[in-house]
């Protein structure tokens, strides 16, 4: 059971102590990984304990009348060294009275033996009721009303009901693969939460949930269980129902215990693939429900439920199917020895009942699942902040603390309390490492880059933009001819222009012929008004500049062609609009842009710009190139569709707008065309890379928090 001591200093306290398990224990045999387990249920309390052969051994022989010392005198005669240590058997004793699983002598001061139920009910109380992201409050009983529902549970998990729903998978899928383009359009606008959408989101969550809670219980009452528990939690302070579940891990059946694990993922993936049904098939208010059904239940499974790194369904899945019991907490102990190992140099000598790949198996999921919980909770933190900043601080301040302050406390008692760990090696490895990486995040520059899409552009100078408002009255060159520099392409004439011109020419007569009155009879009025003279004149050599500007002509040879349709004759103009283009055979540049909040960050110490082209029958190679222009101020409109999520860019799209307005604003970038590479067809999609000066991680870090709280946005 333990390595360590044999004898221990407090077992005067428990030596006499009689106990027995409560009369209405009910007890199990399982099999986990080829090793029997022995599973105790107290009804009363539904309290679950899992033993193995060992310890069990020793339990079964509680029966009131023995005590504690005698029994352990009786396992130390029959196993000789492999019997279990005082402080191992007492342990024991101890987690099994905290699970209110032994009736002990109560002429014993039982809690100043066992002091563990105290500590477990705080612990209980503060999982159920202190947790920010997930408080549960017991409701009502619902196995008498799911016992009426028994022919439906045994309806949906059958075999009938798997091919029914493996078919429906099936079409589903094959619905979203061809219609790739339109989810990622229509779910990075639903990602939006404009009112419309985020009602929609809050009236389908709580049903999704329920029938998700309730695919659990029909499981269970399929399988023969009962469940005396159901309520409400608070999921990141949302409502939503839920069943407990706990009962399924006394079925010996594998299958069983992960049938009831799969139910909640089965059921929302059926309403994942309904959702994708009704929104293949309608664009109205049938297909925004069958979108937020989609996108509810389906990140919900990968995200939450279906993701074993949390512990929702997903994980008590994997631990059935891997028989690893207690997987979570198994874990953690494996990486602390590990740790432990690795501080002090020696080698945990205590049995394990673990083989070699189930120790893997423990590493892993003890690392992965810390890293993910820890990144999860700061991920929602973050956006929780973006409509609520002191809650969102707060969970984000609650998830350091989990991930953090306490495995740093915890190890620290460890180092000092843990006589493997009390050498000199340790405490010089335990404190030398979190300041080695602490150095090596202040002091070491590492190298970093900035990711994104262009798109293959022409030079500004051939972009044919509307010198004012007007409308077009002649065309000389068709949408989609050849034309040369200097050739005449279609007049944009504003009628306004031409009584402004006569207005401005008038009142420049009628100043001439008043200066001229006043030269020599009235020197201050003539000082007077000769300034408004110059302005006047200015303004009317503006008007003949843009009246002159009608008339427009190609500035470089190349194919002339229309923005939008190619009707041009009779299409009115704003001023600075863009008409259309004289595209070059040669001459290219690559347009891109860069989210508001994220362009501090590439303008921040570039050391080179690099950008990978695709070229015409060879694989894709990297060329160095150089920043030609930025906008000096943002917009939220691009010159492309293609840098929006219309066109398969990375910015979303206004769903109002014709693909080039954004719905967040960003900095336009144009940069030069690498000069050894044939130039590639107009609005074709590049990967652009941004290469910083190397920068110590802590320093980005902290850049990056700073700009975040400045450029958040107030609600």
Request: hydrophobic residues 45%.
């Amino acid at each position: 059971m333990s390595a360590g001591p044999l004898f221990s200093s407090h077992w005067h306290r428990v030596r006499d102590v009689r106990a027995r398990l409560a009369d209405d224990v009910l007890i199990s045999r399982h099999v986990y990984r080829k090793r029997i387990s022995w599973v105790l249920h107290r009804q009363a309390t539904g309290t679950i304990h899992r033993l193995d052969a060992q310890s069990f051994e020793l339990i079964d022989r509680l029966d009131g009348a023995m005590s504690v010392g005698e029994i352990w005198e009786q396992a130390l005669e029959q196993r000789n060294h492999e019997a279990p240590t005082q402080d191992a058997w007492m342990h024991l004793l101890a987690d099994l009275h905290a699970a209110d699983l032994l009736i002990v002598d109560s002429r014993v001061p039982v809690e100043s033996l066992f002091e563990r139920r105290e500590k477990k009910r705080t612990r209980e109380q503060s999982q159920r009721y202190f947790n920010p992201l997930y408080l549960r409050f017991a409701l009502i009983d619902p196995d008498e009303w799911l016992n009426r529902l028994q022919p439906l549970a045994n309806a949906l998990f059958s075999r009938i009901a798997f091919i029914l729903w493996a078919t429906l998978m099936v079409v589903g899928c094959l619905v979203l693969f061809t219609n790739t383009e339109r989810l990622v359009y229509d779910a990075a606008n639903a990602a939006q939460f404009r009112p419309y959408m985020a009602t929609l989101f809050l009236l389908a969550f709580p049903p999704l949930k329920l029938i998700h809670e309730l695919g659990h219980g029909l499981a269970i009452k399929r399988c023969g269980g009962e469940v005396h528990e159901m309520g409400i939690a608070l999921l990141v302070v949302f409502p939503i129902p839920y069943v407990d579940a706990s009962v399924s891990s006394l079925f010996k059946n594998k299958n069983d215990r992960m049938l009831v694990s799969a139910a909640g993922i089965l059921v929302e993936l059926s309403v994942a693939a309904v959702g994708v049904l009704l929104w293949a098939s309608s664009t109205s208010l049938v297909g925004d429900i069958g979108l937020v059904l989609l996108l509810t239940a389906g990140l919900s499974t990968l995200l939450i439920n279906g993701n074993p790194l949390l512990k929702f369904d997903g994980y008590y899945l994997l631990a059935d199917w891997l028989e690893i019991p207690n997987l979570q907490a198994r874990s953690k102990h494996a990486v602390g020895r590990l740790l432990r190992r690795g501080l002090s140099g020696k080698h945990d000598e205590a049995p394990r009942p673990e083989d070699p790949v189930e120790r893997q198996w423990l590493l892993s999921y003890g690392v992965m699942s810390g890293i993910y919980r820890t990144a999860l909770m700061l991920s929602i933190a973050w956006m929780l902040s973006e409509r609520w900043f002191v809650l969102g601080v707060a969970l984000a301040l609650f998830a350091l603390y989990q991930g953090l302050v306490i495995p740093l406390w915890r190890g620290t008692k460890a180092l000092f309390n843990d006589t493997t760990l009390r050498g000199a090696r340790s405490k010089v490895l335990a404190l030398s490492l979190p300041l080695l990486a602490l150095a090596i995040l202040m002091l070491l520059p590492l190298p970093h880059a900035s990711v994104t899409r262009g798109v293959v552009w022409m030079p500004e100078q051939a972009v044919i933009r509307a010198a004012s408002v007007c409308q077009v009255s002649e065309v000389m060159a068709e949408p989609g001819a050849q034309v040369q520099a200097g050739d005449a392409l279609f007049r944009c004439v504003d009628d306004q222009l031409d009584a402004e011109k006569q207005y401005l020419e008038a009142r420049v007569v009628e100043i001439e012929a008043e200066l001229s009155g006043v030269a020599r009879t009235d020197k201050v009025s003539y000082s007077k008004q000769l300034p408004e003279l110059a302005i006047t004149q200015e303004m009317l050599d503006d008007v003949q500049h843009r009246l002159d500007a009608e008339q427009h002509r190609a500035t470089v040879a190349g194919r002339f062609d229309v923005n939008g349709t190619s009707m041009l004759l009779g299409r009115a103009f704003a001023r600075g609009e863009v008409i259309g283009y004289t595209i070059a055979p040669a001459g290219r540049t690559i347009r891109l842009a860069f989210g508001e909040r994220k362009f501090a960050d590439v303008d921040d110490h570039i050391e080179r710009i690099e950008v990978r082209i695709q070229r015409s029958g060879l694989n894709a190679e990297v060329f160095s190139t150089s920043m030609l222009s930025r906008s000096p101020r943002v917009s939220q409109d691009v010159p492309s569709a293609a840098l929006s999520s219309l066109g398969g860019g990375p910015h979303a799209a206004d769903p109002e707008g014709d693909g080039r307005r954004l719905l967040s604003s960003v900095v336009d970038i144009e940069l030069n065309w690498p000069e050894t590479v044939v130039p590639a067809s107009i609005g074709k999609h590049v990967s652009v890379r941004f290469v910083h000066l190397p920068k110590p991680l802590a320093g980005r870090l902290i850049d990056t928090v700073k700009r975040a709280f400045m450029n958040r946005k107030p609600v």
